[in-house]
Every structure is written in structure tokens, then in C-alpha cells.
């Protein structure tokens, strides 16, 4: 079993910035790849980035690359979301979640623990 808390939501300003954090506790969190999923109300839940166990390789949505950076630090059992030039269709609630694979990053059905999520709202 892992355990996911997210925080680091609220509303910001289009252009602003935020930082995600996720907190993991239970089985070793450096076994996990972890990602960030978002569903907005009306759409389909959305891989936002995924990241390694080791942290080596990382995965961008195409419409994330170059605004947003996920990282993560084994030794604090934490990932994070840097979330940049945010925009209001970024407005959604943010989740991360954690896999055993790697092979699994695209897939939100791929993840077996997924944190309760984080409201993030860009006003215009």
C-alpha cells in the first residue's frame, strides 16, 4: 500500500505559477514511477507528466512541455510539480499517482494509488 497526499493547490492568475507537492508513505516510494493526472469538470482525466523511480526519464503532455517540470526527491518521499505561465484551461483538480512500471506512465488505469487531488484555478 502507498499513501498519497497532495497539496500546493489554489487560484492563481493566468501567467502565474504553482508548485504541486506529493507526499508518499507506506512501501519504499523509490520503487514507484510516479505521475501527475488532472481532470477538469466535463473531461476525461489527462496525464499531466510522469517521472522514474530513479527519476532518470520523465514524460511531458505535449501542451505541458516547457511550462511545467516534475521532479522528485526519494530521500523525502515526495514528487513535485512546478507548474509555470499558467493558463485558465489548466484549471482542473490535480492528482498524482503511483505505478510499479514504467511501462504503465501513460495510462491513468496503469497507476494503482492515486492521491484525493488538489483544486488548482487560473483566472484570466
Known amino acids: 500500500q502507498v499513501q498519497l497526499v497532495e497539496s500546493g493547490g489554489g487560484l492563481v492568475q493566468a501567467g502565474g505559477s504553482l508548485r504541486l507537492s506529493c507526499a508518499a508513505s507506506g512501501r519504499p516510494f523509490s520503487s514507484y514511477t510516479m505521475g501527475w493526472f488532472r481532470q477538469a469538470p466535463g473531461k476525461e482525466c489527462e496525464l499531466v507528466a510522469a517521472?522514474?523511480?530513479?527519476?532518470?526519464?520523465?514524460y511531458y503532455a505535449d501542451s505541458r512541455k516547457g511550462r511545467f517540470t516534475i521532479s522528485r526527491d526519494n530521500g523525502k518521499n515526495t514528487v513535485i510539480l512546478q507548474m509555470s505561465s499558467l493558463k485558465p484551461e489548466d484549471t482542473a483538480v490535480y492528482y498524482c499517482a503511483a505505478t510499479l512500471y514504467w511501462s504503465n506512465y501513460r495510462a491513468a488505469a496503469g497507476y494503482d494509488y492515486w492521491g484525493q487531488g488538489t483544486q488548482v484555478t487560473v483566472s484570466s
Open positions: 517521472i522514474s523511480s530513479s527519476g532518470i526519464r520523465t
